[in-house]
């Protein structure tokens, strides 16, 4: 049996003796936050993670590698002490509507949709009122805290994708064009903002944009086919700048979106995830995403059964684009970014399934709305 003060003790030698350097090795007490302090990356929290299973005799699975878990020493002992019980990823936002029944989202291409050639949806009537509904709200989100409107290409060059690390990372999701050798469709609407600030030394509050966008990747769920679009809609608002800048644009929109959830009495969580959609695939990085966390999603219910979809993201990239594109702050650093992105067509299937397709059974704030009549 190993009580949760002699783990404490023997994770504090260990963290002095293996993970810091001797000159550091002295600040780390019990209360330390690790990873607040950046004691810890990604390759010293595997080592973490095996010494822990080492002492405690038993395999760590990484649902419970969260911050919760692991933000200090005495939290590790508290959570995996022989008695303890681990945390699981935390949820940040709740709205729970369990006595619900749901609709067949299938409706969707009955009432709103058109299935499209090229693996998307093309919306209409109440559909498409209820996309401009809502992208008008976020829009006006980013007018709000200063972000200017952009328009990009609605193709992306093959090297910017390769230098951001999307082709080495997801070669089987890349869309060509033909034999186009330059070009691609993009993945995602950020990845056309970095190369204009690349080489580039930005203030603290750098650079902050929004832009809606066709996204293309080689992905399916033969199952739900609907939920896994080859080609979407995608709204983003993309921060560039130092690491409090931003933090604060993904916080004041997680609070934006939260209270919309609210007023759309839509059954929906917000909650940690991993996605390595921005960083290596290594499990590493994928744990260090979770601990720190690094990315948020927001999860629409979509089935009797609670099955949900990733709805919007909310994700910091720290300096990993401030590296790949060579874009620095002031004092020399790499600058750092994060996103928030929006996918409408899952906004829409989510809502059809939760309210169904008639308007006048649609939460008050929707038909009293100017883009959707009652």
């Given at each position: 049996m190993l009580s949760r003060d002699e783990l404490e003790q023997r994770l504090l030698r260990f963290v002095r003796r293996d993970l810091v350097s001797s000159a550091l090795a002295d600040r780390v007490l019990p209360t330390t936050r690790l990873f607040e302090e950046r004691l810890v990356d990604s390759l010293k929290i595997l080592e973490l993670i095996a010494f822990l299973e080492v002492v405690t005799h038993r395999k760590i699975p990484d649902a419970q590698v969260v911050l919760a878990n692991f933000a200090s020493i005495e939290a590790m002992a508290k959570a995996f002490s022989t008695t303890a019980e681990s945390a699981y990823p935390a949820k940040i936002f709740e709205n729970a509507r369990r006595d619900r029944s749901y609709v067949d989202p299938a409706l969707l291409i009955a009432e709103g949709a058109i299935q499209t050639g090229d693996g998307g949806l093309e919306l209409h009537g109440s559909a498409l009122a209820l996309v401009e509904y809502?992208?008008?709200?976020?829009?006006?989100?980013?007018?709000?805290?200063?972000?200017?409107?952009?328009?990009?290409?609605?193709?992306?060059?093959?090297?910017?994708?390769?230098?951001?690390?999307?082709?080495?990372?997801?070669?089987?999701?890349?869309?060509?064009?033909?034999?186009?050798?330059?070009?691609?469709?993009?993945?995602?609407?950020?990845?056309?903002?970095?190369?204009?600030?690349?080489?580039?030394?930005?203030?603290?509050?750098?650079?902050?944009?929004?832009?809606?966008?066709?996204?293309?990747?080689?992905?399916?769920?033969?199952?739900?086919?609907?939920?896994?679009?080859?080609?979407?809609?995608?709204?983003?608002?993309?921060?560039?700048?130092?690491?409090?800048?931003?933090?604060?644009?993904?916080?004041?929109?997680?609070?934006?979106?939260?209270?919309?959830?609210?007023?759309?009495?839509?059954?929906?969580?917000?909650?940690?995830?991993?996605?390595?959609?921005?960083?290596?695939?290594?499990?590493?990085?994928?744990?260090?995403?979770?601990?720190?966390?690094?990315?948020?999603?927001?999860?629409?219910?979509?089935?009797?059964?609670?099955?949900?979809?990733?709805?919007?993201?909310?994700?910091?990239?720290?300096?990993?684009?401030?590296?790949?594109?060579?874009?620095?702050?002031?004092?020399?650093?790499f600058a750092h970014s994060g996103c928030v992105a929006f996918g409408w067509e899952r906004w829409i299937l989510a809502f059809f399934a939760q309210h169904g397709t008639c308007e006048a059974d649609w939460p008050i704030r929707i038909r009293r709305s100017h883009a959707i009549a009652s």
């Open positions: 809502l992208d008008g709200q976020v829009a006006q989100w980013a007018r709000e805290i200063g972000a200017v409107e952009e328009v990009f290409a609605d193709t992306i060059a093959l090297k910017t994708l390769e230098r951001a690390g999307f082709i080495k990372a997801f070669p089987q999701k890349l869309v060509r064009i033909g034999d186009d050798d330059d070009y691609a469709l993009p993945p995602a609407v950020c990845y056309h903002h970095y190369p204009y600030l690349a080489n580039q030394i930005v203030d603290e509050r750098g650079s902050i944009i929004t832009a809606i966008g066709r996204c293309v990747r080689e992905e399916h769920d033969d199952t739900h086919p609907l939920e896994r679009l080859r080609s979407f809609t995608m709204r983003e608002i993309v921060a560039v700048g130092s690491a409090e800048f931003v933090e604060e644009m993904r916080a004041d929109l997680i609070e934006r979106v939260g209270k919309l959830i609210v007023a759309l009495d839509l059954d929906a969580v917000i909650e940690t995830a991993t996605d390595p959609f921005f960083t290596s695939e290594s499990r590493g990085r994928l744990l260090m995403q979770q601990v720190q966390p690094l990315k948020y999603e927001l999860r629409l219910t979509v089935s009797d059964d609670g099955r949900s979809i990733a709805a919007a993201s909310f994700n910091n990239h720290q300096d990993h684009f401030g590296k790949a594109f060579s874009i620095r702050q002031r004092g020399g650093e």
